[in-house]
T-cell receptor, first 109, second 114 residues
Framework: TQLLEQSPQFLSIQEGENLTVYCNSS?????LQWYRQEPGEGPVLLVT?????EVKKLKRLTFQFGDARKDSSLHITAAQPGDTGLYLC?????????FGAGTTVTVRA | DTAVSQTPKYLVTQMGNDKSIKCEQN?????MYWYKQDSKKFLKIMFS???????INETVPNRFSPKSPDKAHLNLHINSLELGDSAVYFC?????????????FGPGTRLTVL
């Protein structure tokens, strides 16, 4: 049983379009992280959010942590082919990260 | 100047064999982890060590035995390999065991059990 559900599982869009990936749980987390993983490599951290309702922006990426700290979203504006990858959310409590199953994003040129 | 390195990158072996995967980090971190990523890309924690002490052991069969000779190394030994052990295994490290810390992942070891 996965603690974190990500949707959609797959997303294919044209360059320049916007996209949103969702991460939902019935559990409360003290922190939420988003990672991006490219084929043949390990995940790389994009952001950590720790406060309910927190919004962080990194260039074209906007991350939001739900008020109840059970869900999160990642929004990419004007997607580029370099945004292609597997996006993983991970909820943190104490010393443990629980990962979602990931959303595979493909941005077509 | 690789931060987290793993060897080997690929490992193909027969059922019943014993194999080891090595991990080293040169970031000066206190905490190291082993994760398993299955064919559906689900990443699950197996073990974590802080200052060479085991702090997380997630219901992993005791055929899997981690060993941390020092803070910079965390090796994974697997006995009596089974078909279901086929996966990509990732080592990671972080400054502390806090879940808010950034975890730096190695490139992964793809294990195939025939």
């Amino acid at each position: 049983t996965q603690l974190l559900e990500q949707s959609p599982q797959f997303l294919s869009i044209q360059e320049g379009e916007n996209l949103t990936v969702y991460c939902n749980s019935s559990s409360v987390f003290s922190s939420l992280q988003w990672y991006r993983q490219e084929p043949g490599e390990g995940p790389v951290l994009l952001v950590t959010v720790v406060t309910g309702g927190e919004v962080k922006k990194l260039k074209r990426l906007t991350f939001q942590f739900g008020d109840a700290r059970k869900d999160s979203s990642l929004h990419i504006t004007a997607a580029q082919p370099g945004d292609t990858g597997l996006y993983l959310c991970a909820g943190g409590n104490d010393y443990k990260l629980s990962f979602g199953a990931g959303t595979t994003v493909t941005v077509r040129a | 100047d690789t931060a987290v390195s793993q060897t080997p990158k690929y490992l193909v072996t027969q059922m019943g064999n014993d194999k080891s995967i090595k991990c080293e980090q040169n970031l000066g971190h206190d905490t190291m982890y082993w994760y398993k990523q299955d064919s559906k890309k689900f990443l699950k924690i197996m073990f974590s060590y802080n200052n060479k002490e085991l702090i997380i052991n997630e219901t992993v069969p005791n055929r899997f035995s981690p060993k941390s000779p020092d803070k910079a190394h965390l090796n994974l030994h697997i006995n009596s390999l089974e078909l279901g052990d086929s996966a990509v295994y990732f080592c990671a490290s972080s400054d502390s065991p806090a879940a808010t810390d950034t975890q730096y992942f190695g490139p992964g070891t793809r294990l195939t059990v025939l």
